[in-house]
């Protein structure tokens, strides 16, 4: 009934007369079609992606990002740049210029690797990353080894893992170029994965 022409008529009682209200028109506004696709869906370390939106028929008013089903901060552009960090479900909600809003189609980004622990860059000039793969979400304890080729532990560090890949920044400059071996444990002292890092 969108275009159609609507009136009230109250009959009037107790010897009042009648009265018919103005002409008020319907509109009913389409919702905003909201698809969102990323390519590729599959990342590895040191890569990104973009997710794409394409909203019709009308142009969109604001965008709210859902990452695992949660609004993601600061996330209010038609597209999203999502790194190593970012795996997991993606949504958007658009609300356009008539105030309608609606959801999008959800996409997964996973990651394209079997190693639980990686470094990167690796080779680098000292200053790298590390990071562990874990299926859970849950608080973590974890503590990280960094020793030298002659097995001399230089840096020790404890962190909670409360993502998959969780990023823990290593400057390791100041003890020169060589090779050397990170070591990740458990709370319990269980050894749970060993790598090594090419400083040139």
């Keep these: 009934m969108s ?4 009136r009230v008529s109250v009959n009037g009682g107790s010897g009042c ?7 008020a028109m319907l509109t009913v506004y389409t919702l905003p079609n909201i698809v969102i696709t990323a ?3 599959i990342i590895g370390p040191g890569q ?14 604001t965008y709210t990002w859902y990452y695992n089903g949660t609004v993601l901060p600061g996330a209010t552009a038609d597209t999203l740049l999502v790194d190593i960090s970012g795996l997991g479900d ?9 105030g309608c809003t609606d959801l999008s189609n959800i996409i997964t980004i996973v990651h394209s690797f079997a190693l639980t622990l990686f470094t990167y860059p690796n080779p680098s000039a000292g200053m ?12 973590l304890q974890r503590s990280l080894t960094v020793y030298n080729n002659r097995g001399e532990r230089i840096i020790t560090r404890t962190f909670m893992q409360t993502i998959p890949y969780q990023k823990i920044d290593i400057d ?13 444990r458990d709370a319990g002292g269980k050894r749970l994965a060993v790598n090594r890092a090419v400083v040139q």
């Excluded at 275009?3 to 609507?6: E, K, M, S, T, W």
């Excluded at 949504?91 to 356009?96: G, H």
């Excluded at 790298?128 to 608080?139: G, H, L, P």
Aim: net charge positive; aromatic share 14%; hydrophobic share 35%.
């Design 90 to 98: 993606y949504q958007l909600k658009v609300t356009d210029v008539n």
């Design 48 to 61: 990104t992606t973009t997710i794409f939106s394409t909203v019709t028929p009308n142009p969109a008013a």
């Design 128 to 139: 790298f990353q590390v990071r562990y793969y874990s299926e859970t979400n849950s608080a």
């Design 172 to 184: 390791i400059r100041a003890h020169g170029k060589g090779l050397y071996w990170i070591e990740l």
């Design 39 to 41: 390519n590729p869906l």
């Design 17 to 23: 007369s009648g009265a018919t209200s103005a002409a």
């Design 3 to 6: 275009g159609y022409l609507f």
